[in-house]
């Protein structure tokens, strides 16, 4: 069985561009995680989808960032425009349900010069 | 702060078991105490969860303290592979995972 699929693996973008990761998860997981992970720290929930609903977006960055998970299968992470600080690894993880064992995938690594 | 503490790093030797202790002694009655680890280059892996009994896996084993105050994850012979940063966490009912900033495991040959 696959597990869950990010890409791109690395990018390196200048400030003020926009950028988009995007994930899919594990088939027949209903619940979507993105994580963001800074370096030396642990992993951080952005958000948290329960197939097409964004149940839990309290730590995303409403004003540049934005997520959407259409058909609740694929979803997409974007930052627009990306600063300096936005430079860390993205996580994306899939779980059957809420409160399940998550599955992550290996993370964009993304650089803001 | 609802996250938990751990050692910034432990070592071990392989094939020796290894106790890596955690304090969380703001838990709330239904957080669970999760555990992950993270090679370098990949997402967290799960290993363990409980709450309040102790819990055994193929993986591993999850010693939980009475007060729940603190949890100890063994692993009962440690290989190379082994070696990773380990992440105590606290987890909802709901699946909201708080990381802190994890052990670092060093596995000696």
């Known amino acids: 069985e696959a597990g869950v699929v990010q890409s791109p693996r690395y990018k390196i973008i200048e400030k003020k561009q926009p950028v988009a990761f995007w994930c899919n998860p594990i088939s027949g997981h209903n619940t979507l995680y993105w994580y963001r992970q800074n370096l030396g720290q642990g992993p951080e929930l952005l958000i948290r989808y329960e197939n097409e609903e964004a149940v839990d977006d309290s730590q995303l960055p409403k004003d540049r960032f934005s997520a959407e998970r259409l058909k609740g299968v694929d979803s997409t992470l974007k930052i627009q425009p990306a600063e300096l600080g936005d430079s860390a690894v993205y996580l994306c993880?899939?779980?059957?349900?809420?409160?399940?064992?998550?599955?992550f995938g290996p993370g964009t690594r993304l650089t803001v010069t | 702060d609802a996250k938990t503490t751990q050692p910034n790093s432990m070592e071990s030797n392989e094939e020796e078991p290894v106790h890596l202790p955690c304090n969380h002694s703001?838990?709330?009655?239904?957080?669970?105490i999760h555990w992950y680890r993270q090679l370098p280059s990949q997402g967290p892996e799960y290993v363990i969860h409980g709450l309040t009994s102790n819990v055994n896996n193929r993986m591993a084993s999850l010693a939980i303290a009475e007060d729940r105050k603190s949890s100890t994850l063994i692993l009962h012979r440690a290989t190379l592979r082994d070696a990773a940063v380990y992440y105590c966490i606290r987890g909802t009912s709901y699946g909201k995972l708080t990381f802190g900033q994890g052990t670092i495991l060093t596995v000696h040959p």
């Open positions: 993880a899939s779980s059957p349900e809420s409160g399940e064992e998550q599955y």
């Open positions: 703001t838990i709330s009655g239904t957080d669970y």
